[in-house]
């Protein structure tokens, strides 16, 4: 039976190894080293790491493997194939031909479209529609390796990164288990990308959450659902952080004209009846829904608003 090395960090990685656990031989996992977390910045180990352990398969979570001398316990396991999902590290030549039938990439996007660390939110963030899943033969370049197989997945008007990350997952699991014999058979052949298309989707820092009042609404929305969960959409007001945590755009007409940064009062109710605060753009509005100042507890808009009824007629923005 093919054996088979599992490379992986994150949440997005927990459905794809399990897959493999459920119908492969997998005799090793590579995670990242535990990682200080909360208030406490205790060490915290990876999802993938609590899934191996429960699964009772070797372990080994090396702080680098540039060096060729890092993978020794990976030489040890002899693998046919390493299968890698988010794992969090460029895999140097020394991994990339070490295994007989190369490394296996699960991508979360449709290769050549969005290459880099930061798929799921780009897509959102361009406003696309479609996104997928590709499954990748690994080269030394960026996620520029031929592709065996892409299967699309269309993109909500309401996705956030949250919700789009975790279909995502769900499908790497399915196309994994579906088409690894054929890969491993060599049914499957991979074929070239075309590097005239490609797209980049470089990793995201926490500056990306801030919001831009002179742009549209539609792009703000984009950029809201984009950054939930991390790093989260955010602006000022009155020098204090206010988290953006829902917000949808809306038409200006009947609304008082105004600069972009404007928080006016909504022309609507909200479902649960309370009052609306929405801000002014460069084109349309964007009414909040939930809000948080930094320090304190998440609200909705109609209770932040009769708590602090000076946030309508604010300018938001540093």
Same mark, same amino acid.
């Given at each position: 039976?093919?054996?088979?090395?599992?490379?992986?960090?994150?949440?997005?990685?927990?459905?794809?190894?399990?897959?493999?656990?459920?119908?492969?031989?997998?005799?090793?996992?590579?995670?990242?080293?535990?990682?200080?977390?909360?208030?406490?910045?205790?060490?915290?180990?990876?999802?993938?790491?609590?899934?191996?352990?429960?699964?009772?398969?070797?372990?080994?979570?090396?702080?680098?493997?540039?060096?060729?001398?890092?993978?020794?316990?990976?030489?040890?396991?002899?693998?046919?194939?390493?299968?890698?999902?988010?794992?969090?590290?460029?895999?140097?030549?020394?991994?990339?031909?070490?295994?007989?039938?190369?490394?296996?990439?699960?991508?979360?996007?449709?290769?050549?479209?969005?290459?880099?660390?930061?798929?799921?939110?780009?897509?959102?963030?361009?406003?696309?529609?479609?996104?997928?899943?590709?499954?990748?033969?690994?080269?030394?370049?960026?996620?520029?390796?031929?592709?065996?197989?892409?299967?699309?997945?269309?993109?909500?008007?309401?996705?956030?990164?949250?919700?789009?990350?975790?279909?995502?997952?769900?499908?790497? *699991?399915?196309? #994994? /288990? +579906?088409?690894?014999?054929?890969?491993?058979?060599?049914?499957? %052949?991979?074929?070239? =990308?075309?590097?005239?298309?490609?797209?980049?989707?470089?990793?995201?820092?926490?500056?990306?959450?801030?919001?831009?009042?002179?742009?549209?609404?539609?792009?703000?929305?984009?950029?809201?659902?984009?950054?939930?969960?991390?790093?989260?959409?955010?602006?000022?007001?009155?020098?204090?952080?206010?988290?953006?945590?829902?917000?949808?755009?809306?038409?200006?007409?009947?609304?008082?004209?105004?600069?972009?940064?404007?928080?006016?009062?909504?022309?609507?109710?909200?479902?649960?009846?309370?009052?609306? *605060?929405?801000? #002014? /753009? +460069?084109?349309?509005?964007?009414?909040?829904?939930?809000?948080? %100042?930094?320090?304190? =507890?998440?609200?909705?808009?109609?209770?932040?608003?009769?708590?602090?009824?000076?946030?309508?007629?604010?300018?938001?923005?540093?």
């Amino acid at each position: 039976m093919t054996r088979i090395v599992f490379m992986g960090t994150p949440d997005f990685a927990v459905p794809i190894l399990k897959a493999l656990i459920d119908t492969q031989n997998v005799v090793g996992v590579v995670t990242q080293p535990d990682r200080p977390a909360g208030r406490g910045r205790q060490l915290r180990p990876s999802p993938v790491k609590m899934v191996t352990q429960a699964a009772g398969i070797p372990l080994y979570q090396p702080p680098s493997l540039r060096r060729e001398e890092t993978a020794a316990p990976i030489h040890a396991w002899q693998p046919d194939l390493i299968v890698v999902a988010a794992f969090g590290q460029i895999l140097r030549p020394h991994l990339l031909n070490l295994p007989p039938l190369g490394c296996l990439n699960v991508h979360a996007s449709l290769l050549p479209r969005w290459r880099g660390a930061s798929p799921i939110q780009h897509a959102i963030l361009a406003g696309d529609t479609t996104t997928g899943i590709s499954l990748m033969k690994m080269n030394a370049g960026l996620d520029t390796g031929p592709v065996y197989i892409k299967e699309p997945l269309p993109i909500g008007p309401d996705e956030t990164a949250a919700t789009l990350h975790d279909r995502l997952a769900d499908l790497g *699991a399915t196309m #994994l /288990t +579906a088409h690894l014999a054929g890969i491993i058979s060599g049914r499957f %052949l991979p074929q070239p =990308q075309d590097d005239s298309q490609a797209t980049y989707a470089p990793m995201l820092k926490k500056e990306a959450g801030e919001l831009d009042w002179q742009k549209s609404a539609a792009a703000l929305d984009r950029r809201v659902r984009a950054m939930t969960p991390w790093p989260g959409a955010f602006t000022w007001w009155d020098g204090l952080l206010l988290k953006i945590k829902a917000a949808a755009p809306v038409a200006t007409e009947g609304l008082p004209a105004a600069e972009p940064g404007r928080v006016v009062a909504g022309p609507a109710q909200t479902e649960s009846g309370g009052d609306t *605060a929405v801000v #002014l /753009t +460069a084109a349309g509005g964007l009414q909040l829904q939930k809000v948080q %100042l930094a320090g304190k =507890q998440e609200m909705t808009i109609g209770d932040f608003v009769r708590g602090r009824p000076d946030f309508i007629g604010a300018t938001l923005g540093k």
